[in-house]
């Protein structure tokens, strides 16, 4: 069955990095765009960041761009997000998600598939 297991979070502070990690299986994921989605309680989950099947197209949301790096490992099986100069506004549960075709994921309605998510805490 297809699963998507995220690591990486944890509790850094302001201005740090972490890089988040996304290894799937039970799927071919070269076949797949992904991407990365946050929630924060209460709130409903928003796209943070998404990537086509070979990495040629790529997406940010206007609150990550320039920010965070989005990249995958076919080989591995893996995507993974890299974000840089993180503020407590980014403090969320991260999700991977894959979408269900080959074009980078950008919303919540082109996600077939969630990971159980991992928690970004940044801390001032």
């Known amino acids: 069955q297809v699963q998507l297991v995220e690591s990486g979070g944890g509790l850094v502070l302001a201005g740090d990095s972490l890089r988040l990690s996304c290894t799937a299986s039970?799927?071919?994921?070269?076949?797949?765009?992904m991407g990365w989605f946050r929630q924060v309680p209460g709130k409903e989950r928003e796209f943070v960041s998404g990537?086509?099947?070979?990495?040629?197209?790529?997406y940010y949301a206007d609150s990550v761009k320039g920010r965070f790096t989005i990249s995958r490992d076919n080989a591995k099986n893996t995507v993974y997000l890299q974000m840089n100069s993180l503020t407590p506004e980014d403090t969320a549960v991260y999700y991977c998600a894959r979408r269900s075709g080959v074009m980078a994921v950008r919303a919540l309605s082109e996600v077939d598939y969630w990971g159980q998510g991992t928690q970004v805490t940044v801390s001032s």
């Open positions: 039970g799927f071919t994921f070269k076949n797949y765009g």
């Open positions: 990537i086509s099947r070979l990495g040629i197209n790529i």
